[in-house]
């Protein structure tokens, strides 16, 4: 296990167990004409099986998996966002999430008047994020936009804000969600730097991401799930492995025949490091739309 | 405008400021509303949602907060002549558009207060999805904007009545923060609950539209309650003055109306008595409501 400080927790995920439920049918119209043909009303899966695990303050995790495997449903519960099933979950200290991009920006107001508001929902009050402001502003580069409406913000300008404002409410956990997904080489490169920064700190993240490369590079450890279930709890580079061996799988399931850049490394065992530094060009894009859908 | 952010300040529930290390908050399950109480702690941040709320609802409008003016004044236009002029009804009583108003300013902030929040959790759906905050934020920030909107039709209803000679007196101020008091708490217990319901089932919109419709109608804003006592039964009286809003609308006429007049005018017996009783009720279909609220809210992040 991880970390030499992991004498204190900051976050017990005990057997936490997530269903969800499917509803077909909403309207007493459509409850009918499916119970008349003999179908299902609602159907049940299970996002989280009993899945349990302790990070240590000073920790920063990677949660891995393919689409649907549950990563996003474990960190909304762990942002309290909704509660387990059964089992439970238990945090220490300040939690910021960026869940997403820029949840708490309202695109009728200013970037400035964002800042304020975005600040107070990630729990800052007036007086801290006055004295953050300058170096908020700084950070997201947004200039001269500052006092327009965010609606005519460029998407990358947008993620900057919202990230500029997370890092900055300096949370004892921070979870982010698929935010590096967007953004420009130079800002990524800039948010990384200030991740790993963070994670000098003795802060604790836990991060959701597709990039096995990227998560090579901030975490030190990753848990692995498939269909709800932890497969792999340990150092990120045999989970990041697993992810990019995962994927090639989905991907030959998906066309068998023609996967001309996957089939070149055989071999992918040794050469598993490499083959992922072409995941995030041709795999993150497409997958974070898929997950941003299952996910909800 | 600086005093609240002062209250809001650093407090020992903020444990973002404690430098991590020095002070171990301990562990603690996230997500775990305070309800209302959380609500308050965190003022701050609802009076960034309600001037959010209020931005936006005027974002782009020429008229701005304006609007607020001219919706009261529509509906006063439309009531006064119809039934005050063509139905006769300044003859009847005495400075009707002023007896009209007091009701109609409140009746309008029920509603208003009723349909804002039942859309609260819903229109919020992006925040309430991603970040965890106290979710009883939301209906109270509709409460507020509510409020904000009741302001000018009471400094209307204020300076006519002033004119017609309206003078500060205990029984007047009593009974408006009676009748105020009994509608926003009626109208924030009504609205936790449905604007939980109104996730799990979008029925529950129509449903109040409708209502609000009833409540209109069911006050006496547009007509002096002696006219149901004159025409209907004993026991459909009683069910009448039963309602909530119409002892609350009752009661600002007492404290705006009444004192402009020659004061012959009759009130139902015990009306201070009924107010209080209702407001007591009202307070307790509050705490149900939060009840309500805190069981359903726990699911709204995987139905939105």
Known sequence: MPGPADARAAVVVDAVTKRFTLRHARSIKNMTVRR???????????????????????????????????????LKIISGVMPPDTGSVRVRGRIAGLIEVGAGLHPDLTGRENVFLNGAILGMDRAETLRKFDSIVEFAD?????????????????MRLAFS???????????????????????????????????????????????????????TRGIFLENGRVVWDGDIDTAADLLVKKRQERRGKARPAAAPPTAAPPASGSSASGSSASGPGAGPAPSAGAEAGTGR | ???????????????????????????????????????????????????????????????????????????????????????????NVQHFPIFMFSGLILVSFFNETLINTTHSVIG??????????????????????????????????????????????VVAVGSALLGFALIAVLGIGLGLMCSALHVFYRDTDKVVDIATLFVTWSVPMIYPWTVVRDTAPGWALDLYLANPVADAVLLFERAF??????????????????????????????????????????RFAEEL
């Not at chain 1, 327009?148 to 300008?157: A, C, H, I, L």
């Not at chain 2, 809001?8 to 109480?37: H, M, N």
Request: proline fraction near 6%.
């Open chain 1, 36 to 74: 008349l043909r003999g179908e299902k009303l609602r159907e049940r899966f299970v996002a989280l099986d009993a899945v349990s695990a302790t990070i240590a303050v000073g920790e920063s995790v990677a949660l891995l998996g393919v689409n649907g495997s549950g990563k996003s449903t474990l």
């Open chain 1, 142 to 158: 947004i200039g001269r936009f500052l006092d327009q409406p965010v609606r005519f913000y460029s998407s990358g300008m947008f």
């Open chain 1, 165 to 219: 404002i997370a890092v900055h409410t300096d949370p004892d956990v921070f979870l982010i969600d698929e935010v590096l997904a967007v953004g420009d080489p130079l800002f990524r490169e800039k948010c990384i730097e200030r991740l790993r920064e963070y994670r000098r700190s003795g802060r604790t993240m836990v991060i959701v991401a597709h990039d096995a490369k990227l998560l090579r590079q901030i975490c």
């Open chain 2, 1 to 91: 405008m600086t005093a609240g952010a002062g209250l809001a300040g650093p407090g020992p529930a903020d444990p973002g400021l404690v430098e991590p290390g020095l002070a171990d908050p301990g562990l603690v399950e996230p997500g775990r509303g305070g309800g209302l109480a959380e609500v308050v702690r965190r003022r701050y941040l609802l009076r960034l949602i309600v001037r959010r709320e209020l931005r936006a609802r005027y974002q782009g409008s020429l008229l701005g907060l304006g609007w607020s003016y001219v919706r009261p004044a529509a509906h006063f236009s439309v009531f006064f002549f119809v039934v005050g002029v063509f139905l006769g009804m300044n003859k």
């Open chain 2, 124 to 169: 919020n759906a992006p925040l309430v999805r991603k970040v965890y905050l106290p979710r009883e934020l939301f209906p109270v920030a509709s409460l507020l904007v509510s409020g904000v909107h009741l302001l000018p039709g009471l400094a209307i209803v204020l300076t006519v009545s002033i004119t017609w000679g309206w003078t500060p007196s």
């Open chain 2, 257 to 298: 109306w009444w004192p402009t007049t020659d004061r012959t005018f009759l009130f139902p017996p015990h009306l201070t008595r009924d107010g209080l009783i209702s407001l007591a009720l009202a307070v307790l279909l509050l705490g149900a409501g939060q009840l309500v609220f805190a069981r359903l809210q726990r």
